[in-house]
């Protein structure tokens, strides 16, 4: 369970991988969009891989290394290129490698950040947000996976009159949706696929509390915007975007629905994290193909739109 506010700190430490200045697809206006580590889904188009393991992770891009041996140098126990980064009895993710790397091959993914520290950064942009009527979303990963971190980030924002977010697949325990609802000025919320067992297939996970979830968000929370990740030949069919728009429609707290175009961002970074590669055979989803799931969306009479 997530602590009341009175119980919270500022120092809780949580695990973030990116920071991303100057969104515009995560919510109203220019925002900054803060990405937390671990996450129970394992989506086969993700574009994030980076975000499923809730620890530190290294990767090496392969293209730029020269194999120059400064890595091994640096390294306390001598490892060298990828030998062995996926074992965690000998890659410690010191990131003493990543300091050394004369071009940038090495890389790590999440550090340990405590909440002052996040707030310090985003709190650099907020003349954009006041300008743009922005603000701050969470996301990541599942910014639930880190609840009580997740909590006392949002607890700090709002008491700087920040506008937040959150960016969720839903899959979380329900008393910890609920608890974060009174800090959080808007979901975004994914559903991906109706049907229950090519969710399972397609993502490693049930989509029942997923639903559940989101029919109690829409009971205590009047924003919550819809998010439709529009796959090619997975979960694009019409019965599956009517059948979601349905739900949508069925949830009083929703005010808009947003559907989001397959992009192939995530297959290289599914090999430089030793993931098994996503199918290869996702093409690309045509701009006639969206604007036409667009319209099928908007007979709901719910504003719709295609992007974040």
Not at 248 to 274: D, E, M, T
Not at 280 to 297: C, T
């Amino acid at each position: 369970m997530i602590p009341p506010p009175s119980k919270i700190s500022a120092i809780t430490d949580g695990m973030v991988f990116n920071i991303q200045k100057f969104s515009v697809h995560d919510g109203p206006g220019i925002r900054t969009t803060v990405f937390l580590k671990g996450c129970p889904l394992r989506c086969v188009w993700c574009h994030n891989p980076e975000s499923w393991q809730p620890e530190p992770e290294m990767t090496v891009m392969e293209a730029r290394c020269i194999q120059c041996g400064t890595c091994r140098d640096a390294c306390p126990e001598h490892l060298f290129y990828r030998d062995d980064l996926s074992d965690f009895t000998r890659c410690y993710r010191c990131g003493q490698c990543v300091e050394a790397c004369p071009t940038g091959a090495r890389q790590m993914a999440g550090r340990s950040m405590t909440v002052n520290q996040v707030v310090d950064q985003v709190m650099k942009d907020r003349i954009f947000y006041d300008d743009s009527g922005g603000g701050v979303t969470i996301s990541g990963g599942e910014p639930l996976f880190q609840p009580e971190f997740l909590a006392d980030l949002l607890t700090a924002l709002k008491k700087r009159g920040i506008h937040t977010a959150v960016d969720t697949s839903g899959f979380c325990p329900q008393d910890d949706l609920v608890a974060i609802a009174r800090l959080t000025d808007l979901f975004l919320f994914d559903i991906k696929l109706m049907d229950e067992e090519k969710h399972r297939r397609m993502t490693g996970v049930s989509n029942r509390p997923i639903i559940e979830n989101l029919q109690e968000l829409g009971r205590i929370h009047s924003h919550i915007w819809i998010r439709i990740p529009v796959i090619p030949g997975i979960n694009d069919d019409d019965d599956n975007i009517q059948s979601t728009a349905c739900l949508a429609a069925s949830i009083p707290g929703v005010r808009q629905i947003n559907l989001l175009p397959y992009h192939p961002l995530g297959v290289s970074k599914f090999r430089r994290f030793n993931r098994p590669v996503l199918p290869s055979d996702i093409p690309g989803l045509p701009e006639e193909r969206l604007k036409q799931r667009v319209a099928l969306v908007a007979k709901t009479g719910i504003p719709t739109r295609s992007g974040g």
